[in-house]
């Protein structure tokens, strides 16, 4: 079955740092792949998507690339900030996105 | 996207007893979902609310667990019944909308504690 892998956290990095989290996944055919974020108290947020080979989705400056190669889906961001803290999901959709596989989050710590 | 608010936003309850949890979305939409947010861990699926008709569920959940309903194309509810302290969860609606093929949109979630 589908399935995603993301590196475990807490992420701890010092504002300004760079970020990248780590995910890979398992999926039958072409799957969309998705971050989402996780804000403290907050619901969950569409951060950015990719639906196919090679795109590259993009939001609030984070940036992810859809690997088909390596079949992976890893969130960049040049620059955090404290507010960048929450946890972070990835995940997938396959055969018109009805159901939504996710990874275990990763939570992050932007620290001044 | 579309505006998706749930009620309530938390509860505490006594084993043995529901809850009825309720998603609005201020537009029409083509599919609603509910997943389960279980204490330091992913989301998963439970079910496809199905409008006019019976939810479909995913390997693990039951009807009689969580029995769903979808009377509109912008309302559905959830139950979660007879509960015990392993139901403790956030309980999150999502929508997929008109326009998109392939995004969800998730409600606030309602943060279930069972005691």
């Known amino acids: 079955g589908d399935s995603v892998t993301q590196m475990e956290g807490p992420v701890t990095l010092s504002e300004e740092a760079f970020l990248t989290i780590n995910c890979t996944y398992t999926?039958?055919?072409?799957?969309?792949l998705f971050w989402y974020v996780q804000y403290p108290g907050e619901g969950l947020q569409l951060l950015l998507k990719a639906t196919k080979a090679d795109d590259k989705g993009s939001n609030k400056g984070f940036e992810a690339t859809y690997r088909k190669e390596t079949t992976s889906f890893h969130l960049e961001k040049g620059s955090v900030q404290v507010s960048d803290s929450a946890v972070y999901f990835c995940a997938l959709s396959t055969g018109g996105g009805n159901k939504l596989t996710f990874g275990t989050g990763t939570q992050l710590k932007v620290e001044l | 996207s579309a505006v998706i608010s749930q009620k309530p936003s938390r509860d505490i309850c006594q084993r043995g007893t529901s809850l009825t949890i309720q998603c609005q979305v201020d537009s029409q939409v083509t599919m609603m979902f509910w997943y389960r947010q279980q204490p330091g861990q992913s989301l998963t699926l439970i079910a496809t609310?199905?409008?006019?008709?019976?939810?479909?569920?995913e390997s693990g959940f039951v009807i009689d667990k969580f029995p769903i309903s979808r009377p509109n194309l912008t309302f559905s509810t959830l139950t979660v019944s007879n509960m015990s302290p392993e139901d403790s969860s956030i309980y999150l609606c999502?929508?997929?909308?008109?326009?998109?093929?392939?995004?969800?949109?998730f409600g606030p979630g309602t943060r279930l504690t069972v005691t």
């Open positions: 999926a039958t055919g072409y799957p969309s």
């Open positions: 609310a199905n409008q006019g008709s019976e939810a479909t569920y």
């Open positions: 999502s929508v997929k909308g008109l326009a998109s093929n392939y995004e969800q949109y």
